[in-house]
């Protein structure tokens, strides 16, 4: 952004802090909007909403309007990212056995923060080899796939969370 749309450090700041509130909008509304809509739904319209608030990022160029379209976008990819994040978190918490919480979260987080120093090296790999439009085209494309995932599992139905605890004490026992 600095150096393809010639933003100031000030103009860049200021754009990016606009995702913090994003962030915090998307820490607010998750548990409302899945008591009225379920899981599911909810999660897969946080992950719809990540590719489109992406583009942006590909179309604009440098100026006032640019700053204003791309701030927007990182509000709503910032607080989808939480929404889902903050949500599928929960679910898992509620469906996984006591015994496995601590893997069910391990595995999460691995998932979750591992592969970003590889994403970061290949996009930045990318970036280098292909140019920064391509590239960011390419990565917004990369977006969907997350939603596509998700629409084609058992999230996709899942309107309400019944705790694990629940449905491990429904079981008969075993002689």
Known sequence: MLRELHWTPTALGVVMGAGGAGGILGA??????????????????????????????????????????????????????????GLQRAVRQELAPDELQGRAQATGAWLAFSLRPFAALAAGGLGTWLGLHLTLTLITAALVIPFLVLWNSPVRDLGTVAPASLTVAEEPANP
Do not use: D, F, K, Y
């Not at 992950?47 to 992406?54: D, F, I, R």
């Open 28 to 85: 607010l509304v998750w548990q409302p909007l899945e008591r009225r809509w379920g899981p599911g739904p909810v999660m897969l319209g946080a992950l719809s909403l990540n590719p489109l608030a992406q583009i942006p990022l590909v179309l604009v160029g440098p100026g006032l309007g640019g700053q204003i379209a791309i701030g927007i976008g990182m509000v709503i990819q910032t607080g989808a990212a939480v929404c889902h994040g």
